[in-house]
């Protein structure tokens, strides 16, 4: 060292450049992946190896690498393309693709830059599908075209080393033009409902009112019937109960009449009449006799004192001045009723009411009570309707 410069030896100056050289060298040499990525490694220009994640060792100035491949699913959303359909109409989609690179070899040498290459497949894709649709079914379609476009795609790249696992329509926009008259059909067919939901509720009430007027004159019909029914029935019950009271009346009447002449005979014999009193009694009844328009004439015969006499003879006995006179017979003993001797005609003589029909009349002043307010009730003091409480 001499003037203030440092002057080194040419072996340090040798040594400093190999150490140097050699931290170059291990710095080449050692290559770092991080996880999910993969490194294309060159030798001499050539495809040697795909590095794995982790630590990897190559030769430095003869290995390189050639590109670092993302291993996971990307998500690339392509800008809206123009499509037009088969009428003729001009949409804008919008798509998303999901995939995934699966061998970076190919990613790398078989295509220049896959990116690119998936998005003019699905551009493609896209027209060539959505051009055989109409506007109505494009609209209604999305899953038919995002599995045609997913089956598309994976099949085209699969030589690229990479697998398409969705693909998605974000949005289908129509023209403006077409988008009025949409909302106008919507409208339309918003409207058709309402009036088809409103004709069917109209329809159904209908139905309803129909069969509630039916079942009311059914049941109406019914009531008719039982009240027909009823009546008829009642009307029986009356004319049978009629009858039988004309009957046993008749009876009666019969029996009475033949107990009147029953007891006249009897007092005629108990009187002991004779001839001349029987002839006086004939003489009297004549005029009433005559009484008649049809009777005129009347002629007494000139046998009727004979007639009279032999009357007398066959009912009476002479008495002790020699006149045949009625003699009253023996008291005949009570003789018995016909309805205790014959039990067919014991119910003719039943004054008693029918139970039912007491029960039906009972049943009807008891609702007729509850209906209609006793008058009496009504027009009592205030003081007996509502008695003192204290």
């Known amino acids: 060292m001499s003037g203030g410069v440092l002057l080194l030896s040419p072996t340090i100056i040798v040594i400093a450049v190999l150490a140097l050289f050699v931290l170059i060298i291990a710095i080449k040499a050692v290559q770092v992946i991080p996880q999910a990525q993969a490194a294309v490694i060159e030798r001499l220009g050539r495809y040697r190896s795909t590095a794995a994640p982790g630590l990897n060792v190559i030769v430095p100035f003869i290995d390189r690498v050639r590109a ?91 030589r690229w080393g990479i697998r398409v696992a969705r693909v998605e329509l974000k949005s289908i926009d129509p023209p403006p033009s077409i988008q009025g008259s949409m909302e106008q059909q919507m409208r339309a067919d918003r409207e058709k409902r309402a009036m088809i939901l409103t004709a069917e509720g109209q329809r159904e009430s209908s ?63 108990a009187g002991k009449p004779t001839p001349e009193v029987l002839a ?23 046998d009727y004192g004979k007639a009279l006499e032999g009357f007398a003879r066959m009912l009476g006995a002479p008495g002790d001045d020699g006149v045949f006179r009625y003699e009253p017979p023996a008291a005949p003993d009570e003789q018995p009723r016909p309805e205790d001797d014959d039990a067919s005609i014991a119910d003719w003589f039943d004054t008693a009411p029918d139970p039912k029909v007491a029960e039906a009349v009972a049943a009807a002043e008891a609702v007729a009570r509850k209906e209609v307010p006793s008058p009496l009730a009504a027009d009592a003091p205030r003081s007996l309707q509502q008695p003192d409480q204290s």
Do not use: H
């Open 68 to 158: 670092r491949i993302d291993l996971r699913e990307q998500v690339v959303s392509f800008p809206p393309q123009p499509v037009i359909t088969r009428d003729n109409l001009t949409v804008s989609i919008d798509t998303v693709i999901y995939f995934q690179v699966t061998e970076p070899r190919s990613a790398v040498y078989e295509i220049s830059n896959y990116i690119v290459g998936v998005e003019q497949l699905t551009i493609t894709t896209l027209r060539n599908v959505v051009g055989g649709m109409s506007l109505e079914e494009t609209l209604t379609s999305r899953d038919s075209i995002n599995q045609q476009l997913r089956g598309v795609l994976d099949e085209a790249t699969g």
């Open 207 to 269: 139905i309803k009112t129909a069969e509630g007027q039916k079942q009311s004159q059914i049941l109406a019909a019914e009531g008719a019937k039982q009240a027909a029914i009823l009546t008829a029935e009642a009307e029986r019950q009356s004319s049978i109960l009629r009858a039988q009271g004309e009957r046993a009346a008749r009876y009666l009447q019969a029996q009475g009449q033949a107990k009147a002449i029953e007891k006249v005979f009897a007092a005629i014999k």
């Open 280 to 302: 006086y009694q004939y003489l009297q009844t004549l005029p009433q006799m005559a009484q008649g328009d049809a009777n005129k004439v009347w002629m007494v015969p000139t």
